[in-house]
């Protein structure tokens, strides 16, 4: 049996163990794993820069302080997430007690992607220690050097009976999906989230698929133009566009285009560039590989070939992996970028005429994993929520919805299945087991055979029920 195998069978024996601990012990492995981040934030900081060129202060706001936050959360709130939450009496069983207990899945399987690859680590394995769970961490192999101080982190501070770190390439991922968990929590995109969900049917394990899409941007005449345009540049642009819910394109009315651009470029500067147009290395992370590198270079030549125009940037650097911010209009509707997650800084402009217009647009495509908005409207606004679907949603901004750990964060069919983040991603780690305690005096043997005598008991029912 290889190492692989091992874990998961000591993780097997081990489960039961942990089911029996409580709010106390959980909340003490939080803080452990807290104290062990803490210990290792300059070596984490390191290797995000290594492997994505990303800026400490982004790194911390995105990646480690965001986990900080999550833990704390938990901490503050794990002991009222455990306690059996109480369920209202029938009028057909009125002495009942009903409760449902939160009770740990068992072994769970977290794969994570390389785009925020501490993050995207730690949320979950934070909810999959908080429900009591053994858990197998496979983090991406195309970071490798934040991979190995997580590795690091969770070697240092757990045993492997609890909590174990797997690296490795794909073959690596294909051996463990083989395996029967007790839940999976997968990372990445929709095609492979496809061959997660494949496996884990297999054994009938539970899924939970966090996974991608086209997320739009519908930007109304009613609007402020400049905020607009200076927080889509920064949710566009943060880790170089590599964020599954950034703003994969904007749908504007077409009167707006121009000076929509405009503004775009002038913060996208502010923001990531030094003098002379010169991209701001210190501040601008790069694309993961060369891989991505090409795939977006072939995206944006796909695009200009069919007839598309590039409005500003594309500028490119093989030897440093970056790409300068694209925008791009006159799109075909046959070009790949419109039908293919981006995943870069590559900014597509879409014009309509019509509100209805531009939310027919969005609803030809997958649901979305994000959809953002910006309106004065409140009239509009409620028309292009109640008209769409999306896993989550920001009115007048981007990507905070994510960090609010009091809500669910999740897509929805080919975004995702499943939440995550604080009670959610609790939730999503444990089963909901439904207990009910029968009282002495109960009505239940009024339904039992014989029957010939009891049509009464119909009556009744058919009244109270």
Partial sequence: MNRIGCVFKNQQAHHFALRQTNAVARIEQLRKLKVAIEENEDDIFLALYKDLGKNQFEAAVTEVFFIYGEIDFAIKNLGSWMVPKRIGKTLSNPFAKNRIYYEPKGVCLIIAPWNYPFQLVMSPLISALAAGNCIMVKPSELSPATSKVISKIILNTFDEEHIACIEGNAEISKQLLELPFDHIFFTGSTEIGKVVMTAAAKNLTSVTLELGGKSPTIIDKEVNLSKAAQKIAWGKLVNAGQTCIAPDYILIQKDL?????????????????????????KVYGKIISKKHFDRLEHLISDAVERGARINWGGKSDEKTSRIDPVVLTQLPKDARIME???????????????????????NQKAKPLALYIFSKSDRNIKKIIKSTSAGGTCINDVLVHIANPKLPFGGVNHSGAGSSHGFFGFKTFSHERTVVTQRSLDFNNLVYPPYNTKQWVLKLLRKIM
Avoid at 258 to 271: P, T, V
Avoid at 344 to 357: A, H
Wanted: charged share 30%; glycine share 4%.
């Fill in 257 to 281: 285009v121009d000076e929509f651009i405009g503004l775009y470029k002038q913060f996208a500067s502010e923001m990531y560039f030094k003098a002379k147009e010169e991209i701001d290395t």
């Fill in 340 to 362: 293919e997650e981006i995943f870069g800084p590559i900014l597509p402009i879409i014009p309509y005429n019509d509100l209805t217009e531009a939310i027919d647009y969005v």
